[in-house]
């Protein structure tokens, strides 16, 4: 038979307070830090869901908060876009105006200045900013998209390239274009003539390998044409014989010059080279530009039909070139479409029609008329695509504070304590240790004395 000492009870006891103290001080613990989840092993399962859970809630705030600053963009563009739209309401007023013969040069002089004035607060409104960024100056947000004088920053390389959009990532897979650059509002004189094509990449990512030099051997034949168009009827000529369409133009070839090296990923300074070959009466009809990270080819007037040789191995280059794929740097060639006549420069215009006021040509200045009505469709109808975007920020707002909230619902299930089981244990907890406490009193009362009576 086992014998029981006095010591075995009071093992056993001391032993048991400590776990029903543990327990105790579980519950304890649970109320304080409001959640059961204290390491991955109290629940592992719980734990990589509350993680996920976590991960989601912190993405869909970032998302809220893109969205809040997409929709501050949007209406701070939509605001300068109304007060464009005002403006030209204005202009065009006083242009239908000073298209009335029988008005004298005195009034004629006053609607010009007036405009003069108007055109100088459109200068103003097409170099808005949005925390410190111009909104219509595409990529290049710290540059001033229009000049003092009216004229368009050519450093702002939006002339003719209508792609330069800032997103912001609103959701997993979807992102929000916010801005319209200068070009698509104010007028542009370059049309873009390129769809999809080669690439010309150089040879090393330029941001780990910024001292490595990369060295291009490739020709690029431009065809440009454009109609033909007859100064009398304003119409397109025709062939008196076949009767087709009569087209002018020349064909261009700039080749690259294979000796020079390139500082890895300098591709301004390729851009450069470039446009030094294209013709003298040329170079302000076609032009390449940098469009973030390629070179794009747009033209003046003219149809561009490019031409472009696959892109030879560098000769710094021990490994050839992937051509198929988006490079940090590189050339990009596209089929020829045909190139939709560019709205007329805004400023350009308004300079025109403070000329035929002061001359004092009430024709001309009636036929300007159709510009300005140009202008004002193009407005609006921006207006309306900005306008459907805010609704749809709006909407989309809406949606991602219901599943920010349906996720912290899930979130505070899955991790937080139950507050009523928690206290309700911890009662129960405390009342079995003081029990404890009461049963080890009585065994562990006896001392040496009371065994010696």
Do not use: C
């Not at 002339?159 to 997103?167: D, I």
């Amino acid at each position: 038979m086992l014998r029981i000492t006095n010591s075995m009870m009071i093992s056993k006891a001391m032993r048991n307070q400590t776990n029903n103290l543990r327990n105790m001080d579980k519950w304890n613990n649970d109320l304080n830090a409001m959640t059961h989840l204290h390491k991955p092993s109290d629940d592992p399962v719980k734990v990589g869901r509350t993680l996920r859970l976590q991960s989601e809630i912190t993405l869909s705030t970032q998302y809220s908060d893109n969205l809040d600053s997409a929709k501050a963009w949007l209406e701070t563009t939509e605001s300068s876009l109304s007060e464009v739209n005002k403006v030209m309401q204005r202009i065009r007023e006083i242009t239908v105006q000073g298209a009335n013969g029988v008005l004298k040069e005195d009034d004629k002089s006053k609607i010009s200045q007036e405009i003069g004035q108007l055109r100088e607060h459109l200068i103003n409104v097409s170099n808005q900013t949005y925390t410190g960024r111009h909104i219509f100056s595409g990529y290049r947000s710290d540059l001033a998209f229009t000049n003092s004088d009216g004229t368009y920053n050519e450093n702002a390389n939006t002339l003719g390239v209508s792609y330069q959009s800032m997103e912001y990532k609103v959701g997993v897979s979807q992102n929000l274009q916010v801005n319209y650059t200068g070009d698509r509002i104010f007028g542009s004189p370059y049309s873009e003539a390129t769809i999809t094509g080669k690439r010309l990449e150089f040879a090393n990512d330029p941001a780990k390998n910024p001292e490595l030099t990369t060295q291009f051997d490739f020709g690029i034949t431009l065809d440009i044409q454009k109609k033909k168009i007859d100064p009398a009827t304003g119409k397109q000529e025709l062939d008196p014989i076949t009767g087709d369409p009569v087209f002018i133009g020349t064909n261009i070839t700039i080749n690259s010059d294979h000796t020079k090296e390139y500082k890895n990923g300098d591709i301004d300074s390729v851009v450069k080279d470039l446009n030094s070959q294209i013709p003298a009466g040329y170079q302000d009809k076609v032009k390449f530009v940098v469009d973030k990270d390629r070179i794009v080819i747009v033209s003046r007037d003219y149809d561009i039909k490019p031409t472009v040789q696959d892109p030879k191995t560098p000769p710094s280059t021990p490994d050839p070139v992937p051509t198929d794929k988006l490079g940090k740097s590189g050339l990009e060639t596209k089929p020829n479409v045909e190139a939709t006549q560019p709205l007329k420069p805004m400023f350009e215009m308004l300079t025109k029609l403070q000329g035929l006021l002061e001359a004092g040509d009430s024709e001309q200045i009636s036929k300007m008329l159709s510009d300005v009505d140009a202008h004002l469709q193009n407005i609006l109808q921006i207006s309306g695509e900005i306008g459907a975007k805010i609704n749809m920020v709006d909407i989309m707002q809406t949606r991602m504070d219901e599943t920010l909230i349906s996720t912290k619902d899930l979130l505070s299930k899955t991790r937080d304590t139950n507050m009523g089981e928690a206290i309700m244990n911890l009662s129960i907890a405390e009342a079995v240790y003081k029990s404890s406490l009461a049963v080890s009193a009585r065994i562990i009362q006896p001392t040496l004395v009371d065994f010696l009576r």
